[in-house]
């Protein structure tokens, strides 16, 4: 379709309004990239898989999606040997952990209906529950790493509670 057409359509508007229901960034911006189809079996694919996924929302309810982030950009950098910082990390974890309410959310429902277009979508989600596991062990919060993170930090942190009741001990000594 061009462009004048789209403009007549007022095509952007429409499709400003679909990317304001979205609810994470990821969706958002494939909301931001449709464009419309000639095709007519891919336009009929998509009206299916719509109706199957308000039908899907219907008996349901609204995914659990609170806590989605974008973590494109730490997967990027992760894929070239990246490192991440410890907010990218949490990131990861709490996504993968979204991921997973997401799949058993939609194996509850599957159990008592079968959805052929949407449910091999649900099913193309690899879970990677280990990494979410050792995440959620070594990453407390957004800012900080656990104390056993790893061995060596664990011997860090301990040397460092060893000095600092030292330091105080000195110093009140000094006071005293």
Do not use: W
Not at 32 to 43: D, K, R
Not at 113 to 137: G, H, T
């Amino acid at each position: 379709m061009n462009t004048k057409s789209l403009i007549t359509l007022e095509f952007n508007k429409i499709r400003d309004l679909l990317t304001e229901k979205a609810i994470s960034p990821m969706g958002k911006a494939l909301c931001q990239e449709l464009l419309p189809s000639a095709n007519f079996v891919a336009v009929q694919r998509g009206q299916e898989e719509t109706a199957q996924a308000l039908n899907f929302l219907m008996k349901m309810g609204s995914l659990p999606l609170g806590g989605i982030r974008d973590i494109r950009p730490a997967v990027q950098r992760a894929e070239m040997s990246g490192m991440l910082m410890i907010e990218e990390l949490f990131g990861v974890g709490e996504f993968i952990y979204v991921c997973g309410k997401v799949v058993r959310y939609a194996k509850a429902q599957a159990k008592r209906d079968y959805f052929d277009i949407i449910d091999p979508q649900f099913d193309s989600i690899r879970l990677v529950a280990e990494l979410e596991k050792e995440i959620s062990r070594c990453i407390q919060n957004e800012r900080d790493i656990a104390d056993d993170a790893s061995p060596k930090l664990s011997e860090i942190r301990r040397g460092m509670k060893v000095t600092s009741s030292r330091i105080n001990e000195a110093l009140n000594s000094v006071i005293h």
